[in-house]
C-alpha cells in the first residue's frame, strides 16, 4: 500500500472527486485540522439537497418495501420530477392505508367493549337517556357493588342486572340530589364502559362494527395492492435514484476530508502500490497539470495482509508548504527544503488492513473482528482460530448426533440469511459440527449410546471418554492432554509476539517481554512434567503414556532436566520479566509486579482443563439422559466398573449376570405405557438441553481459550479496513 497526496487548483476539484470516484482506489484519509494554513474542505454546491432527496427515496423505498437485491439496471436518471411525483402518491396511500388502520383498531376496541353488553342482553337504548335514574354498566364484583350502593345516603332505590362479571346498575337518587352514582362506586370493584348511542339489541350493535371492520379490511386490502402496483412500477428508478443519489452525495461531502486553501486543496489516502500509476495517469488525462500526484509513502504487506516494510518515498522528504496555483493554471507546490507542518500524515494515518484468507478461513474473522480488526503491524490469527477452535469444540462434544444436528443448523443459519456476520456463524457452525462428528466416530457414540463403538469399532472404539471407573485411565488422560494443548496454543501465542515485537521494536523487548513469559511457561511444566519432587505430583502425569492408555514409553523427564527447567527456564524467565516491568514502573512496583505475575503462566496452562471437564461434564449429561430412558448397569470388580445400557434387555436381564451385575436404574422404557410416554418426554428434552448446552458450555469455554489465553498474548487490533473512495453501480449504468 502507497500513501499518496493528490494536489491541485480549487477550480479543478469536482474532476479530480469524479475520476478518483470512478477508480475506486484511494481510501481517503480523513483531515483532522493540524496543519497551520489548511482548513477541511467544504461540501460542493448542492450537497444538501441531493441528501435530501436521497433520504426520500430511501424512505420511499422502505414504504413500498423495495427488495434492494432486485435486479436491474437503468441509464442516468432524472430525479427531481418524478420522485415528487411518485413521492405524492405514495404519501396519499399510505395516508388512506394509515387512516383505514386506524379506524378499525377503533372499532376493535369497541367491539371488544361490548363483551358485557352482549353478556346482559340489555338493549343499548335502555342503558342511557333518564331524566333522573342514573345507570352504569361494566365489570366487577356484584357483592361489592351491592355494599356500596346500600351504604350510600343519596341513593334511595337501586337494582342489579348481573351476567357473569358483567353488572348492570340502575339508581334512583333520594330527591334534590344527582350525579350521585359515579361517587357511590368509586369505592366498589367495578371498572365502568362507555355504552355507545343506539336503540337494538348489543348483538346487533356488534353485528354492524364486524360489517365495518370488514369493510375496512377490504379498503385495506385495496390500498395495499395499489401500493404493491406502484411499487412494481417504480422500484427500478427508485433503486437507480437512490444509487445515483448516493454516489452524487459521496463525491459532494468528499472535500470534508480535504485539506483546503484559498485556491487549493490537498487530499490524502492509501492505495495498492501497484496502482499508483494507474491514478497518476486518470488524474493527468482528466485535469492536466492542474493537479500533482505524489506517493508519500510506501508499506510492503505479505500474503496474510501483514506489514513487512514501511518506508518513506523521495516525494515526501522535503516539506510541502502551501499549494499555489501557477501562472499557467497548474499548481505549483512551495517547499522550503526543510520539515514543515504539512510534512506529517494529515491524521496520523495508518495503512488500511486488507484480510484476505482463503474462503474457509474468512468466517473466523468475525471471531477476531468481534474484538477489534488486525491492526497494519499484526498478524491476522484466523488462521489460527480456524485451526483450533472447531477441534477445541469437536473434542468437548466429541458425538455423531449431536455434531450432526450442529452441522444441520449451521447449513440452515448459513443459507437462510443474507447478513455476512450471521453467516458467518452459520459457517462456524458447519465447522464445529463437522469436527463434532469426527470425534463422536472416534469416541464412538451417538447421542451418548455407544453405538458407533459396537458397530463400527467391535466394542473398542480408538479413544473413550472415561466416564465409567474402567476407563478412568481415560479421563486422566485427557486432563494432561488438555495441559500439552494449553502449552502448545500459548506457545504460538508467545511466538507471534515475539516475532511482532522484535519487527516492531528490537531483539531486547521481544526477549523481555513475549520472550520470557515463554522461559518462564516452559520451564515450570518442563519441571512438573519431571521426576523432581515426583511424590509431591499425581502419578497419573507419569503413567499415561507409559502403560495405559498409551504405552509410548515417556514417565516424565529426568529430575535434572525438571531443575535445569525451573532454575534455568522459570527463575531466569523471572528475574528478565522483572527487568522489563522495572523498565516500565520504577524498581520496587517493578519487582513486586514481576514477582506475582510470573505465576500466571502456571494458571494460563490449567486454564485448558476445562477441555477435559466439559468433556466429562456433556458425557456425564448425557448419560443420565439415556439412563433414565433405557436404563442401564454396572458391571466389574468394585473400582473398575463399565456402564451398560439396557437397550437389548429387560431390568431381569442383570440377574442372571452374577454378584459382580448391579442395576442402576431399570429405564422408563421397562415401566409400562406411561413409562414410555414419560420416558420419550425425558430422553427428548433431555437430549435438546445437552445439545443447547453445548453451544453455551463449549462454544463459549472454547471462545475463551482463544480470546484470554491465546489472543491475549499478541493482539491489539485496531486496524482499519481498506475502503476505497467510490461505488460499484449495480442499479445504473455509468455516466
Not at 477441534?391 to 449431536?402: K, L, S, V
Not at 459457517?427 to 459440527?433: D, E, N, Q, R, S
Not at 462428528?437 to 459396537?454: C, K, R, S
Request: proline residues 4%.
Amino acid at each position: 500500500m502507497s500513501r499518496v497526496s493528490v494536489t491541485g487548483a480549487d477550480r479543478v476539484l469536482e474532476d479530480v472527486i469524479e475520476t478518483i470516484h470512478e477508480l475506486r482506489l484511494v481510501d481517503v484519509t480523513d483531515y483532522d485540522g493540524a496543519w497551520d494554513g489548511f482548513d477541511p474542505g467544504d461540501p460542493i454546491a448542492g450537497a444538501d439537497e441531493a441528501a435530501e432527496r436521497l433520504v426520500t427515496v430511501r424512505s420511499l423505498q422502505s414504504l413500498l418495501d423495495v427488495d434492494p437485491e432486485r435486479e436491474g439496471r437503468m441509464g442516468s436518471v432524472d430525479v427531481a420530477d418524478r420522485l415528487e411525483s411518485i413521492r405524492g402518491e405514495a404519501n396519499t396511500l399510505d395516508d388512506r392505508r394509515e387512516e383505514y388502520r386506524e379506524e378499525r383498531r377503533s372499532v376493535d376496541e369497541r367491539i371488544s367493549a361490548m363483551g358485557p353488553l352482549r353478556a346482559l342482553g340489555i338493549d343499548l337504548d335502555l342503558l342511557s337517556g333518564y331524566d333522573t335514574l342514573e345507570t352504569r354498566v361494566g365489570e366487577g364484583e356484584p357483592d361489592s357493588v351491592r355494599a356500596a350502593l346500600d351504604a350510600a345516603d343519596d341513593v334511595a332505590r337501586h337494582e342489579l342486572f348481573v351476567e357473569d362479571d358483567a353488572i348492570a346498575v340502575f339508581a334512583d337518587p333520594v330527591a334534590g340530589e344527582e350525579g350521585v352514582l359515579e361517587d357511590v362506586l368509586v369505592g366498589a370493584e367495578f371498572a365502568a364502559i362507555d355504552v355507545p348511542e343506539g336503540d337494538g339489541a348489543p348483538a346487533e350493535y356488534v353485528s354492524e362494527l364486524e360489517a365495518r371492520r370488514d369493510e375496512l379490511d377490504r379498503e385495506t386490502d385495496d390500498v395495499e395492492n395499489e401500493l404493491d402496483a406502484l411499487r412494481e412500477e417504480h422500484a427500478d428508478f427508485l433503486l437507480a435514484a437512490e444509487e445515483q443519489l448516493a454516489i452524487e452525495v459521496e463525491k459532494r461531502e468528499a472535500p470534508l476530508s480535504f485539506a483546503t486553501t484559498e485556491n487549493a486543496f490537498v487530499a490524502e489516502g492509501w492505495i495498492p502500490t501497484e496502482r499508483f500509476v494507474d491514478l497518476a495517469e486518470a488524474l493527468g488525462d482528466s485535469v492536466g497539470e492542474h493537479c500533482e500526484v505524489e506517493e508519500l509513502e510506501r508499506a510492503a504487506y505479505d500474503s496474510d495482509g501483514r506489514l513487512i516494510d514501511r518506508e518513506q518515498t523521495d516525494a515526501d522528504e522535503g516539506g510541502r508548504g502551501e499549494p499555489e496555483t501557477a501562472a499557467d493554471g497548474g499548481v505549483a507546490v512551495e517547499t522550503d527544503g526543510g520539515s514543515t507542518e504539512a510534512d506529517r500524515p494529515m491524521s496520523g494515518s495508518e495503512p488500511p488492513v486488507v484480510q484476505e484468507n482463503p474462503d474457509p478461513v474468512r468466517p473466523f474473522e468475525m471471531l477476531v473482528n468481534l474484538i477489534d480488526r488486525p491492526k497494519y503491524s499484526e498478524l491476522d490469527p484466523s488462521v489460527v482460530l480456524f485451526l483450533t477452535f472447531p477441534a477445541f469444540f469437536g473434542f468437548m462434544i466429541g458425538d455423531f448426533g449431536y455434531g450432526l444436528l450442529y452441522t444441520a443448523i449451521g447449513g440452515l443459519v448459513y443459507t437462510r440469511f443474507e447478513s455476512d456476520g450471521i453467516r458467518s456463524l452459520g459457517a462456524i457452525g458447519l465447522w464445529a459440527g463437522g469436527f463434532t462428528m469426527l470425534f463422536g466416530i472416534l469416541y464412538g457414540e451417538v447421542f451418548g449410546l455407544h453405538l458407533i463403538a459396537d458397530y463400527v469399532w467391535g466394542g473398542h472404539p480408538p479413544i473413550e471418554k472415561g466416564l465409567s471407573p474402567a476407563g478412568i485411565e481415560w479421563a486422566q488422560l485427557w486432563l494432561v492432554v488438555s495441559l500439552l494443548v494449553g502449552l502448545l496454543h500459548m506457545t504460538v501465542g508467545y511466538l507471534i509476539g515475539f516475532v511482532e515485537e522484535f519487527m516492531e521494536a528490537d531483539l531486547r523487548t521481544a526477549v523481555l517481554e513475549s520472550g520470557s513469559w515463554l522461559i518462564r511457561m516452559l520451564g515450570i511444566w518442563i519441571w512438573i512434567f519431571s521426576e523432581s519432587v515426583a511424590d509431591s505430583k499425581p502419578d497419573f502425569l507419569f503413567t499415561v503414556f507409559n502403560g495405559e492408555p498409551f504405552a509410548l514409553g515417556f514417565s516424565g523427564f529426568s529430575a535434572t532436566v525438571g531443575i535445569v527447567g525451573l532454575v534455568g527456564g522459570f527463575l531466569l524467565g523471572v528475574v528478565l520479566f522483572i527487568i522489563s516491568e522495572v523498565g516500565h514502573f520504577g524498581v520496587l512496583p517493578g519487582i513486586v509486579s514481576g514477582a506475582l505475575e510470573s505465576l500466571q503462566v502456571l494458571v494460563n496452562v490449567l486454564s485448558y482443563t476445562r477441555l477435559a471437564a466439559v468433556l466429562l461434564a456433556k458425557a456425564g449429561m448425557a448419560f443420565v439422559v439415556n439412563l433414565l430412558f433405557f436404563g442401564a448397569y454396572r458391571e466389574g470388580p468394585a473400582g473398575a466398573q463399565e456402564f451398560h445400557f439396557l437397550l437389548d434387555h429387560g431390568p431381569g436381564y442383570v440377574d442372571g449376570l452374577g454378584s459382580g451385575a448391579e442395576l442402576m436404574f431399570p429405564g422408563l422404557v421397562h415401566m409400562g405405557i406411561g413409562g414410555v410416554i414419560g420416558g420419550v418426554v425425558v430422553l427428548v428434552f433431555g437430549h435438546v438441553v445437552v445439545l443447547a448446552l453445548g453451544v453455551t458450555s463449549a462454544g463459549l469455554q472454547a471462545i475463551r481459550l482463544e480470546y484470554v489465553e491465546f489472543l491475549n498474548k499478541f493482539y491489539e487490533g485496531g486496524g482499519d479496513r481498506y475502503n476505497p473512495f467510490g461505488r460499484e453501480r449495480e442499479h445504473t449504468a455509468e455516466n
